[in-house]
């Protein structure tokens, strides 16, 4: 069993049930603070993963669950997104009628969820991960039961989220049926055997059929959007990263870890998905007016670009996604705390929520300009070189293949789609008028704090990219690329 | 402590500018002290670091490593020798007496404090391309000295004129610098350096290293010191910049800004070829004439002595033309003394008749201000080339030159000499002698002694610069062969007519000439009656032959053409088909893909096994 290795997820598992209790013998004035403690106690476990080392990778269950640097890498990002979207989540509270406790021990469950899924070593562990995370959001999308908005997303990506479980767990049984084994590494060492049943491939593709889902990629992205808008913003933040990221790190390992083979045959596929989800999802944002709504169309587009670092198929690649990852992370909570604020009075989530915000709240202003301006990738933000490290690795590998010279050209057209509507908001913000009349911006401390750390964050991944290079390429290594 | 001392001549003026903006801005009084005392301090600091190190110090000092890219390493140094430390005293000396003249004559403005930021801050400027030891350092305080010229030229920014003025003065001298600058890069990409002592030793080792650009090299590399010294067809800024305040005319359009043209040239000769020396001749050349002839029937006292100006600093290029760089820089000295005492002589006037500068309301002027006229009258002569002041022998030098290298140059410079003592006599009568022409000028009355004493102390060397042995220390920096010195002051006085008789008789027949030509129609005149007798001629000095307007039609055509075209591209091409069509088109695929978002689960889960179906038929199908 070796449960000490899964001492993180452990302390998460029992920090959710913790809440869940004291929520009996909180009064309910005070239950809104219990976010407070969460996101202290999910700081600490953070802190605490600092003392584990993995420079050789570890196993529990069986071979089920690895603890290596790339695992490690992930649940500190998982934490530390925790961290911010707890403190949005008691921004968020008085907007959320009952059960306040609930919805932060279910965050602090979906987070167990992706912390599994950063060490999967096991088509069951990843299919087992996947719905502890997806399950909870079934519920945190549709945690403002008496909108109907929210409750729509909320049966959208249950219905949706079903489906694709459907599909993948369909395909863990072929892979299974195929190779006698679940596990990653039986399964690669075994591989030339098998790779060529169409079977196999027909099951691994089902598997990735879910993991597309799970990042949004396209053809499977159409549940975005609408849940992305439907959702409470705390939701919504922890979909467009948590979930994401979990997605991501699964792609990773199944495709890299499991099924290298496989993988490298399937290039052109995965050139092609990714080439399109840039496309799609920066052409859809155009037009959009809901704030919520463009940034998931946004989160599809930036999907796009981190699967340019796996069509890669390189150390480089890798790397580079979990660079560009940890950029994102600042870069979106810092956005949708924004949104939390602002949103408060307003119904709707239009972008003129946010006209003339710099006179309201010169500090969400920043923010908010800040996270649109990395986001559309111009230095010296964190999106800029994280996208400076995607396209890189994809240009070296150029030289090979001259479809990713497409596929650069793809993504630079993607990019430049984007400005237009990220720079939009940031002319909302600055060259509009506010609307008369608007309430005054209260920002409490915790939220100050969440902000100025995502803006820090996001300046110095930008202006010193060179430490997080390091961790990220380390991490990256434990793939064995 | 001697290595110190020059950085220090540089940067006191910069202190000066940079504390009197910051801090004692309120305090005119603090402010203009400081701001002497600074250039003062350098004066007294450079002719002790020469005393100390003699006219040969060490070659080069180069402390800072300013900037290093791949090959391009921009040093920031100081390059001390003959040529920058006589120009260095010239800069601080000159200065001195400019800045004390100032205090008396700006004593009334309001913004005087401001006026000694700018005037410390272009001296600091002056003095850094007077010891920059490369290319790029010239170039920046080059540029730094058209932007303190700028604000100088427009201090009284509140008139129209003004502000037209210095914007005309900068604009044409970027048009310069352009050129300037790409000779720097066609130098840099060819020899690699841009340190100057580098470049020299490179160019003496293989004289072809630059080869077919060399002629190109050096004339763009003229083109900014057709800028800064006002060469024909650049030199439509320098009279508009007497807009400024007297003594900034003084100081910079006379003495040193305008200098430092030559003076580059002059630092860069050895990159100079045949070819190109012979373009930069002809200019210099034309220069000096089209300016004598023009200053021959102005009326306004500065602007004569501006386009005097003109015409000498086209000498001084012409000098360097006929291979004769000692004798430009010689004449470069002895005009900066008598060009600024002959401006601040007029600034005096002008503040005696309360802001009146034609001279036709003049006249009668030499008994009711004394100093200002002895001096003045001293400048002319020098001017005109009346042995033994010091424009004699300078001028004697270039004429000298020009006969050894170029028969037609010689003619032409014989006959600007013959038109300056015309000119500079007819002032002299028209403003100086003669009836009082207006009740202001019977008013008149002495500048205070802080206005007079510099006046005098520039007489000094206007006199006596011709003995001071000037030409041979710029001699020796260009590698000619020292004469045997003359013996006595006597010997040297007659020294150019033994020499060069061919010369020196023309330039005193040409003084004499014109003299005499002024004294018979000027002496006592009311009017001018040159007109009558050339008509059309005089008509055309008058109007500058036309060039500002010639400029203004080219520049109106030109710019607006291209102006219409740049307009049509943006608006239709740009705008109107790129930007509007792309955005037009993207929103348009936009708003169709968003059709596919329905919001209707059973399209999304139909969609989304559409898409299972596509991904397997992509891997199975084919």
Request: net charge neutral; proline share 4%.
């Amino acid at each position: 069993m070796n449960a000490p290795l899964m001492i993180l997820e452990i302390a998460v598992v029992l920090l959710g049930l913790v809440i869940l209790l004291a929520d009996l013998w909180t009064p309910p004035s005070q239950k809104q603070s219990l976010g407070y403690i969460a996101a202290a106690a999910v700081g600490l476990i953070l802190l605490g993963s600092f003392f584990i080392e993995a420079p050789q990778a570890r196993y529990a269950c069986g071979q089920m669950y690895v603890m290596d640097d790339l695992a490690l890498y992930f649940k500190r990002f998982f934490l530390l997104a925790t961290v911010a979207v707890l403190v949005m989540s008691v921004e968020f509270a008085d907007r959320i009628e009952a059960g306040i406790s609930e919805y932060y021990a279910l965050i602090l469950f979906a987070l167990s969820g992706m912390m599994f899924a950063a060490s999967a070593n096991d088509f069951v562990l990843v299919f087992v991960a996947l719905e502890l995370i997806t399950v909870t959001f079934y519920i945190l999308t549709s945690f403002q039961r008496s909108r109907v908005p929210s409750l729509e997303a909320g049966i959208k990506y249950l219905i949706l989220g079903a489906l694709s479980s459907a599909f993948m767990v369909y395909g863990i049984a072929l892979v299974f049926g195929t190779a006698n084994t679940t596990n990653f590494a039986e399964i690669a060492t075994g591989a030339k055997a098998i790779s060529a049943k169409p079977i196999f491939l027909l099951g691994l593709l089902l598997v990735l059929v879910g993991l597309g889902f799970k990042i949004a990629a396209f053809p499977f992205q159409m549940w975005a959007p609408d849940v992305y808008q439907g959702s409470p913003a705390p939701t919504t933040a922890f979909l467009a990263v948590g979930s994401k990221a979990a997605g991501f790190v699964l792609l990773l390992r199944v495709l890299f870890s499991a099924v290298p083979e496989v993988t490298v045959s399937w290039t052109k596929l995965l050139m092609i998905i990714s080439g399109v989800t840039i496309l799609y999802g920066n052409l859809c944002a155009v037009p959009q007016r809901n704030l919520k709504r463009l940034l998931g169309y946004s989160t599809i587009a930036h999907a796009g670009y981190m699967l340019l670092g796996v069509t890669a198929m390189s150390v480089a690649g890798s790397y580079a996604i979990l660079y560009y990852l940890g950029g994102y992370l600042f870069t979106v909570l810092a956005a949708f705390t924004v949104i939390c604020v602002v949103m408060r009075a307003v119904e709707g989530d239009d972008i003129s929520a946010v006209a003339g915000l710099h006179q309201r709240s010169p500090l969400l202003a920043v923010t908010m300009a800040l996270a649109m301006v990395s986001l559309a990738g111009i230095p010296p933000l964190a999106g800029f070189f994280g996208k400076f490290l995607l396209l890189k690795a994809v240009i070296e590998k150029g030289a090979l293949q001259p479809a990713y010279y497409w596929l650069t050209a793809a993504a630079l057209i993607g990019v430049v789609i984007s400005f237009y509507y990220y720079l939009g908001v940031v002319k909302a913000i600055y060259w509009s008028e506010a609307p008369a009349d608007q309430p005054a911006l209260q920002i409490s401390k915790p939220t100050r704090f969440s902000l100025y750390g995502c803006i820090a964050g996001m300046l110095y991944l930008g202006i010193f990219p060179n430490d997080m290079v390091e961790i990220a390429l380390h991490a990256a290594q434990a793939l064995k690329l | 402590m001697k290595e110190a001392l020059p950085w220090l001549i540089l940067f006191l003026p910069l202190l000066s500018a940079v504390v009197i903006t910051l801090f004692t801005k309120k305090d005119r009084e603090l402010s203009a002290k400081l701001s002497i005392g600074a250039i003062v301090g350098s004066f007294a600091l450079s002719m002790l670091f020469i005393a100390l190190a003699g006219w040969e110090p060490i070659k080069q000092e180069s402390l800072v490593t300013w900037l290093g890219v791949g090959e391009l390493q921009v040093d920031f140094g100081l390059r001390l020798d003959a040529l920058s430390l006589l120009m260095l005293l010239i800069v601080t000396g000159v200065g001195s007496a400019i800045h004390i003249y100032s205090y008396g004559y700006m004593h009334e403005d309001r913004s005087m404090s401001r006026y000694f930021a700018s005037l410390s801050l272009f001296t600091f400027s002056m003095l850094g391309i007077v010891l920059a030891n490369n290319f790029i350092q010239m170039f920046i305080f080059w540029e730094l000295v058209g932007v303190s010229s700028y604000l100088l030229i427009g201090f009284w920014h509140e008139r129209p004129a003004a502000a037209d003025a210095c914007k005309k003065a900068f604009l044409t001298n970027r048009l310069g610098d352009f050129g300037f600058l790409i000779g720097i890069l066609l130098v840099w990409s060819a020899l690699g350096s841009l340190k100057f002592s580098v470049l020299e030793i490179e160019l003496a080792k293989n004289p072809d290293a630059l080869g077919t650009l060399a002629t190109a090299a050096g004339l763009l590399i003229f083109c900014g010191a057709m800028g800064k010294s006002a060469q024909f067809p650049l030199h439509v800024w320098l009279p508009d910049a007497m807009e400024g305040p007297t003594p900034v005319s003084a100081l910079i359009h006379a003495a040193t800004m305008v200098a430092a043209g030559v003076y580059m040239l002059c630092r860069v000769f050895f990159l100079l070829n045949a070819p190109a020396l012979a373009v930069i001749g002809w200019i210099g050349g034309i220069t000096a004439l089209l300016a004598a002839l023009i200053a021959v029937q102005q009326n306004d006292i500065k602007r004569i002595l501006a386009y005097s100006t003109l015409s000498q600093l086209g000498y001084m290029v012409m000098a360097v033309g006929v291979h004769a760089p000692s004798a430009a820089m010689y004449h470069l000295t002895t005009h900066a003394f008598f060009k600024a005492m002959l401006f601040l002589g007029a600034g005096s006037v002008i503040h005696a008749l309360h802001h009146e500068q034609n001279i036709w309301n003049m006249g009668a002027l030499k008994s009711k201000m004394p100093i200002t006229f002895w001096t003045f009258l001293l400048g002319t002569l020098a001017l005109s080339g009346v042995p033994p002041f010091s424009g004699f022998f300078s001028k004697d030098e270039i004429l000298v030159a020009a006969s050894h290298q170029n028969g037609v140059l010689f003619a032409l410079g014989v006959l600007v000499a013959a038109l300056t003592s015309f000119y500079m006599f007819r002032l002299i009568f028209v403003a100086f002698l003669g009836p009082a022409k207006s009740p202001a000028a019977g008013h008149a009355h002495e500048s205070p002694r802080v206005m007079t004493l510099p006046l005098v102390a520039l007489a000094v060397p206007t006199v006596l610069a011709g003995f001071w042995g000037i030409e041979n220390l710029y001699g020796k920096q260009f590698g000619l062969v020292e004469e045997a010195h003359p013996s006595s002051w006597f010997n040297h006085l007659f020294e150019p007519f033994n020499h060069a008789p061919l010369a020196a008789l023309a330039g005193l027949g040409a003084l004499v000439f014109g003299l005499s030509a002024a004294w018979h129609l000027y002496r006592n005149a009311t009017r001018d009656r040159l007109p009558e007798t050339f008509g059309v001629l005089t008509r055309v000095m008058q109007n500058r032959f036309y060039f500002d307007e010639f400029y203004a039609t080219l520049i109106a055509n030109t710019q607006d053409l291209a102006a219409k075209a740049a307009d049509a591209f943006d608006r239709w091409i740009i705008a109107g088909l790129l930007i509007k069509g792309a955005h037009g088109t993207i929103e348009l695929f936009g708003r169709a893909l968003r059709l596919m978002q329905t919001g209707n689960l059973q399209t999304y889960t139909f969609l989304f096994v559409a898409g299972v179906a596509l991904v397997l038929f992509y891997v199975f199908g084919r």
